[in-house]
């Protein structure tokens, strides 16, 4: 009986050993390519380990790429987006949890639908419009069209995160003498902090990861965001491995790190929709 | 002196659509008109470059697309085979992983951190990464197989009709398996331990614990994972855009590839619409089943 047991500990760890390497290694395998030596990169057989390193491949992204540009669009981009989307996603998030309006059911599916929405079926009447407005090429018309998809993405997160936390709370602070609004703001934000927290991370990565509309709506290369930047590395008849490698590290190494420290909100904001507790 | 005399109903009417009507305008006015639109553009002959030929040709655009257009057919036969192995492949593993970090005591938190990197890297980035493990030439993947003994000789695998769709579907498969194991993490955590314990007295064996009571539990999140990814690999788009660009020979063309291609390369507006006005009915045909099967019992 104890020796079953072991055998199929040992068997959980190794699926576990397996598992964890098969995530971990090609975000393993970006790291060191993009500190290997350029001569290195190109040598067969390739080393897991790199015997010397080099920071190259990191020079050439920001002084032959101008990397750093399109890092900036994204973080305005990606950042005003997040804001914004939270800003408008808190009041209706609140709304659909704590107020019983007519046709609330049908305005909460509205915003599910909303989320599920396939942005190819809006790009070019907008990228038309955007054209007559003069929002091609501008910051503007690049986060507004983002809100599609990082709005009812935050609706959805918060009122996951609200749901959790009891009307009593609200209601006793009433019943106290606060009003409405200073109940919200003296008793849900403090306790909506992580929930706030976990959804402006989940918003802020998904206009990050947004291909579409820096391709469509930008015509120039300096508004491009960084998913498109990395494209435009691809050279006529060379694949520059070890600069796209480099600018990689430099554009998820920093979301990796938040990421990391706060995965247990993430996690929670990313199931927190799906399971009906 | 009126608002005094409002009833609670009217007073929570007003109070819930002001805070809502920032929101709804917004995905009004950037994602339901352009709908519209989109459809508009969809019955007509529009081609950006032969802007004297615009006019209304009815439904002429889906009739091609449906019966004619071999592009479409195509991109719409590898997004169903992509969707097919993806998904099944991405509910496998998801399962396992979930089931590894369920039964773990030691190391959760190190798993699920690892599990939240594909998910946070951008699909290009994935793409990119990928693409230099799989190159003929300089990947590190044939060098493992060929180390392995598993192959002889160098695959080429992006150029390779048969392999570029396979290492399509590895890579989407490692961007959003975490995903699901989440999810279904967040599934079996529900279960209440009580049910394993009293199926241990009486005396059923793990696989039996599994089938009866882990199965069964898990089945309404399992179906809601797999609606979800199936829309998600039905709209897949920057891995194949980045990893193939939809080659060689059209094997990885994709819907929203094409629809792309239609819009941006060939400039037909009135094709590339009414491309994706098929895709945004399939889409939203998915997520009303999920809205009245699984959301329905809500409050």
Known sequence: MKKKIKIGKIFGLIFAVLFVAILVFPFYW?????????????????????????LDFFKNVFSVHHFDTFLKNSIIVSGFSMLFSILVALPAAYAFTRIR???????????????MFPIIAVVTPLFVVFKKLHLVNTYAGLIIPTIVITLPLSIWTLVAFLGQIPYD?????????CTRLQAV?????????????????????TAWNELMFSLVFVTKNEWRTVPVGITLFVGEFTVPWGDMAAASICATVPIVIVVLIC???????LTAGAVKG | MKTKRLNPGARENIIGYSLIAPAVILILLIGIVPIFNTFSYSLQNYVLSKPKDRGFVGLENYVYLLTQDKYFLISLWNTLRFAFFSVILQLVVGFIGAMLMHKATKGVTLVRAAVLIPWAIPGVIVAQMWSFMFNDQLGVLNQILMNLGIIQENITWLADSFWAFVAVVLTDTWKQFPFVALMLLAGLQTIPHELYESAEVDGAGKIR???SITLPNIKPILLVVLLFRTMGALRIFDIVYSMTGGGPANSTTTLLLQAYNYFFKDLNYGKGSAMSTIIFIIIMIMSVIYIKVFRSDED
Do not use: H
């Open chain 1, 169 to 177: 709370l609200e209601q006793a602070a009433q019943i106290d003498g």
């Open chain 2, 209 to 211: 614990q599994f089938v």
């Open chain 1, 185 to 205: 703001c003296k008793v849900i934000l403090p306790l909506m902090t992580p929930g706030l927290f976990s959804t402006a991370i989940i918003a802020f990565i």
């Open chain 1, 101 to 115: 309006f007519s046709g609330y059911k049908f305005w909460k599916n509205f915003m599910l639908l909303a989320n």
């Open chain 1, 30 to 54: 970006q790291l060191i390519s993009s500190f290997k030596d350029p001569e290195d990169l190109m040598m067969m057989p390739t080393e897991i380990w790199p015997s010397r390193f080099s």
């Open chain 1, 263 to 269: 995965q247990k909100q993430i996690v929670a904001g």
